[in-house]
């Protein structure tokens, strides 16, 4: 059984606050760039982006933030940048959970690991582990993280546990199977950067989510920028299919 309800099957309740927020954090090597510095500086500024949104969210009241950090495609980058964010990632994850666990954070990662140094695989189940029993904000990273991968592990997955089970599954099995199971499906997404694509992110998961662009780079994504994304949130009218007058109706 799935935990939350799915936005095409039944009607969501939604409220001022997203509760679950999902972010394309894009731009770093442009804002590097322009400062005449290597693209890896993008990204090192990037995490204490990371470390302001996570507090801004833990204060709203936001339950679920969920973070791409790394793409399924992300690889095909020089072997020295994608070098550099493992290690960064490494870094940030060993800094940073003691300081998640005392904020009541939960720490949980989407992705196939299977890429990983072992270290690191070990170092994201020590974090995850320690941090189980919080029950504030979910922050989930998605790294080596691909929509088309997550659907297809989630099919794989599914029919190696119900072989007999062919054709007669319903979205809810599928979507049980799914990384981000245990949380309601994105009610805002934001991406940074100027582009307007969703890069292979959560492909099922985005269905009704509201969708937010800005040309802000990630680095320089602040408490102001923060706060313009939850106002567009707050003006988008959420009709999941119905008509405005049924909204108003309701
Ligand atoms: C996003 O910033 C971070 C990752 C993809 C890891 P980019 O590195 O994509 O920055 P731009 O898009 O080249 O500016
Ligand atoms: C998407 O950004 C992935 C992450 C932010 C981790 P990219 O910079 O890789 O996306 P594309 O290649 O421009 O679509
Ligand atoms: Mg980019």
């Given at each position: 059984m799935a935990l939350f309800s799915s936005s095409t099957q039944t009607i969501p309740v939604t409220g001022d606050i997203p509760q679950h927020i999902a972010v394309i954090m894009d731009g770093n090597g442009r804002w590097a760039k322009k400062r005449f510095l290597p693209r890896v500086a993008g990204h090192k500024r990037g995490v204490e982006i990371v470390r302001e949104v996570v507090r801004l969210c833990a204060n709203s009241g936001v339950k679920y933030l969920t973070l791409f950090a790394f793409s399924s495609e992300n690889w095909r980058r020089p072997a020295d940048e994608v070098s550099f964010l493992m290690g960064l990632f490494m870094e940030a994850l060993q800094q940073e959970v003691g300081k998640l666990a005392e904020n009541n954070i939960r720490l949980r990662m989407i992705g196939?690991?299977?890429?990983?140094?072992p270290a690191l695989v070990a170092k994201i189940a020590e974090a995850e582990t320690q941090t189980a029993g919080n029950d504030g904000l979910t922050l989930t990273i998605a790294a080596n993280y691909g929509g088309r991968w997550d659907i297809m592990q989630a099919v794989k997955r599914l029919l190696a546990d119900n072989p007999a089970i062919t054709d007669s599954f319903t979205e809810e099995d599928l979507s049980a199977y799914?990384?981000?199971?245990?949380a309601p499906e994105p009610d805002l997404f934001i991406r940074t950067g100027g582009e307007q694509r969703?890069?292979?992110?959560l492909l099922w998961q985005l269905a009704y989510s509201e969708l937010y662009f800005t040309d802000t780079l990630w680095p320089d994504f602040d408490e102001a920028e923060f706060k313009r994304a939850i106002e567009s949130y707050q003006q988008r009218e959420r009709r999941f299919g119905r008509t405005s007058e049924q909204l108003i109706a309701d």
């Open positions: 196939d690991c299977s890429r990983f140094e799914l990384s981000m199971h245990y969703i890069s292979n992110f």
